[in-house]
């Protein structure tokens, strides 16, 4: 695994790392080799003092988006 030392006005930006997008409904193949970088990435980060933001998927059970209502998706990232 690469390091990667943050420099002074990095930041690091996490989208979505989610159940659903690595072992779910909506898995992403090789989703889960990417946790381990991540998460030293965001040691690195942290250790650093740099900001890391997370986004999350989120959708109500009935979301308009999933396969049900009519949508391309199936069920994921449902809220609760
Ligand atoms: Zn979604």
Redo the contacts with the bound molecule.
């Keep these: 695994m690469t390091s990667f030392r943050p420099g002074p006005d990095d930041a690091l930006l996490v989208v979505d790392v989610q159940n659903d997008f690595v072992s779910g409904s909506?898995a992403v193949p090789g989703g889960a080799e990417a946790i381990a970088p991540l998460n030293a990435a965001m040691a690195a980060f942290a250790a650093a003092g740099r900001p890391i933001v997370l986004s999350r998927?989120?959708?109500p059970a009935d979301?308009r988006?999933f396969v049900q209502q009519g949508g391309p998706?199936p069920p994921?990232?449902v809220e609760g």
Excluded: K
Aim: proline share 0%; net charge negative; aromatic share 22%.
């Design positions: 909506l998927d989120w959708h979301h988006s998706w994921h990232c």
